[in-house]
């Protein structure tokens, strides 16, 4: 009998640590509020981290994990919780009333938003398919001035990130006018009236990717036609690289620039062709780790200096540090095709 209360009142104990510790978070920066001054690109990212607050509690629930709604405009078959994710994000762009398009992976055509000011392409649940595994996923977006980005490169970005669904909900941001990129974690709110931005508070400043033995390789399938993929997986291999990947790009590549080293790569080859979408996963993605201090790569250029010719492009892809994606450069190159 003392053995169950004495481990009843200790776990107790452990829990009211803990949620004292959240609700404090004193080891926090800034808000996201304070961190952006720039109006109305404010209203935009509010806006997202709304709709992300909601997803994160979707997803906490199990709303939405079982059955198949339909095929999107790629042809892939969505989960009920992929519609509902860009449902509640497109909702939250409307209210903003500071975006005039949006497009998205799961409806691909640039459309009217009701507002004025950007133009916003977003995964609304990249990594969809290992949800039923409880892995991290999250939400990728890109957001330009004006209302398209056709023609455009992801230089023009005046903005990108990703949000992750894991243990914590975390913001990894990048703003054109601001050096580096930054980390946001969601915290519990304190009251009702307690602003959307002031509940997202800094947890890292990413300056640089250094060399390191850490890789993340997707589309493995293509080792068996692309040479070149094939010898660069024994590079790492024989070189003693560290494995560390689960399928959500998302996670993958954010902890390039947690860990502070390595690469994430997904080659193509004629048997198992590029599958990432350049303008909703590769581009965003690729603005946060060049601003964390990082390289990005198709094989032979950035992925931010390749113009943007249509919604539904799709592209191999490189991230890390310089030496990495040199290598991959040279042992990849152009992406090949069936």
């Known amino acids: 009998m003392y053995y169950k209360d004495h481990k009843s009142s200790t776990i107790l104990h452990a829990q009211e640590e803990a949620n004292q510790d959240r609700l404090t978070m004193d080891h926090l920066g800034e808000t996201l509020g304070s961190f952006l001054s720039q109006e109305p690109l404010k209203g935009c990212i509010e806006a997202l981290a709304e709709a992300a607050e909601e997803i994160s509690l979707l997803l906490r629930k199990g709303a939405g994990l079982g059955g198949l709604a339909s095929v999107n405009t790629f042809g892939d078959q969505q989960l009920q919780v992929d519609v509902l994710a860009d449902q509640i994000i497109e909702k939250a762009l ?10 998205s992976e799961e409806n691909s055509e640039e459309r009217p938003c009701g507002g004025a000011g950007f133009a916003v392409a977003y995964d609304p649940l990249d990594g969809s398919s290992i949800i039923d595994t409880n892995f991290a996923v999250g939400t990728i977006f890109g957001i330009v001035k004006g209302k398209s980005f056709i023609g455009r490169k992801g230089r023009e970005l005046v903005a990108a990130g990703c949000f992750v669904y894991g243990p914590r909900t975390e913001l990894t941001l990048a703003v054109a006018e601001k050096d580096f990129s930054h980390q946001f974690v969601l915290v519990p709110r304190d009251s009702d009236d307690t602003s959307v931005l002031d509940r997202w508070k ?9 060399s390191g033995k850490l890789f993340a390789p997707g589309n493995l399938r293509a080792t068996v036609d692309n040479r070149g993929y094939q010898q660069l997986v024994n590079y790492w291999m024989n070189n003693k690289y560290q494995l560390r990947y689960t399928g959500g790009m998302v996670p993958d590549v954010i902890q390039l620039l947690i860990k502070g080293k390595g690469v994430f790569c997904n080659p193509a080859s004629p048997s198992a062709p590029a599958k990432l979408r350049l303008l909703f996963e590769c581009v965003p993605l690729a603005f946060l780790i060049e601003k964390g201090g990082g390289q990005s790569s198709n094989g032979t250029i950035s992925l931010l200096d390749i113009s943007i010719s249509g919604t539904e492009e799709r592209c191999q892809v490189c991230y890390g540090a310089k030496e990495e994606v040199e290598r991959f450069n040279s042992m990849i190159g152009e992406m090949m095709s069936s």
């Open 94 to 103: 409307q209210r903003s009333g500071v975006v005039e398009t949006i497009c």
């Open 202 to 210: 800094k947890n890292n400043t990413f300056k640089t990717i250094q």
